[in-house]
C-alpha cells in the first residue's frame, strides 16, 4: 500500500511538459496591431505529422474593408473566424 501512494506522489509530482507558443497580435496598452500574421507546424519547429497553420490577416477592399480573418487548417478541416464581424465564422471546408 505504501508503495502505490509512494508511486502516486511521484507521478503527481512530475513535470509535464508541453508544447506551446504565444503571439500578441493586437495589444490596445501597448499600441501593438498585427495586419498580417501566419504560423505552421514547420514554423513552430514541430515534428507533426499532420500539418497545421494558423493565419491572420485585415481585408482591405469594398465592404469587407478592416475585416479581421483568422483561418485554422489541421490538414482535413479548416475553419475561419471573423472576430470583428457580426457573423463570427466563414462555412469551413473538410478534405477527403
Known amino acids: 500500500?505504501?508503495?502505490?501512494?509512494?508511486?502516486?506522489?511521484?507521478?503527481?509530482?512530475?513535470?509535464?511538459?508541453?508544447?506551446?507558443?504565444?503571439?500578441?497580435?493586437?495589444?490596445?496598452?501597448?499600441?501593438?496591431?498585427?495586419?498580417?500574421?501566419?504560423?505552421?507546424?514547420q514554423a513552430?519547429?514541430?515534428?507533426?505529422?499532420?500539418?497545421?497553420?494558423?493565419e491572420k490577416r485585415r481585408l482591405n477592399t469594398g465592404k469587407q474593408n478592416g475585416v479581421d480573418i483568422i483561418t485554422i487548417d489541421n490538414g482535413e478541416l479548416e475553419l475561419t473566424i471573423v472576430p470583428t464581424s457580426r457573423h463570427g465564422y466563414l462555412p469551413g471546408a473538410q478534405r477527403g
Open 1 to 41: 500500500m505504501k508503495i502505490k501512494k509512494v508511486l502516486a506522489t511521484v507521478a503527481l509530482l512530475t513535470p509535464v511538459y508541453a508544447l506551446s507558443a504565444e503571439f500578441v497580435l493586437t495589444d490596445s496598452a501597448t499600441n501593438t496591431y498585427v495586419d498580417h500574421w501566419k504560423t505552421s507546424a
Open 44 to 54: 513552430l519547429g514541430m515534428n507533426a505529422t499532420v500539418p497545421f497553420s494558423i
